[in-house]
Nanobody
Framework: QVRLVESGGGLVQAGGSLRLSCKASGMILSVFWSSDKNWYRQAPGKQRELVASMSSSGDTNYADSVKGRFAISRDNTKRTVYLQMDSLEPEDTAVYYC????????????WGQGTQVTVSS
């Protein structure tokens, strides 16, 4: 059974940094490598939005609101996806979710439980 566990969230002042981690268990390495890796966030009263994504080839995309401040990366050997968040703003406050989409299995989506990020002004 595939399980994603996020960590690294917390309370930080505006301008600060956090690094989120998402570790996948129960997933063979080849599937982890080939999956699309995404970070979403959901602020209170708002829809979940895609923040950053990485394809199996390593191509990355970011929401306009985080470009130049956030960076997604991966460590295949650790089956872990990271989101480095710098220059944090109060508007970044949200629950952040890790998502892996397994394109070898009908685009099955796997989700983590979410980690809270709170940025104080």
């Amino acid at each position: 059974q595939v399980r994603l566990v996020e960590s690294g969230g917390g309370l930080v002042q505006a301008g600060g940094s956090l690094r989120l981690s998402c570790k996948a268990s129960g997933m063979i390495l080849s599937v982890f490598w080939s999956s699309d890796k995404n970070w979403y966030r959901q602020a209170p009263g708002k829809q979940r939005e895609l923040v950053a994504s990485m394809s199996s080839s390593g191509d990355t995309n970011y929401a306009d609101s985080v470009k130049g401040r956030f960076a997604i990366s991966r460590d295949n050997t650790k089956r872990t996806v990271y989101l480095q968040m710098d220059s944090l703003e109060p508007e970044d406050t949200a629950v952040y979710y890790c998502n892996l989409r397994d394109d070898t299995n009908y685009n099955t989506d796997y989700w983590g439980q979410g980690t809270q990020v709170t940025v104080s002004s």
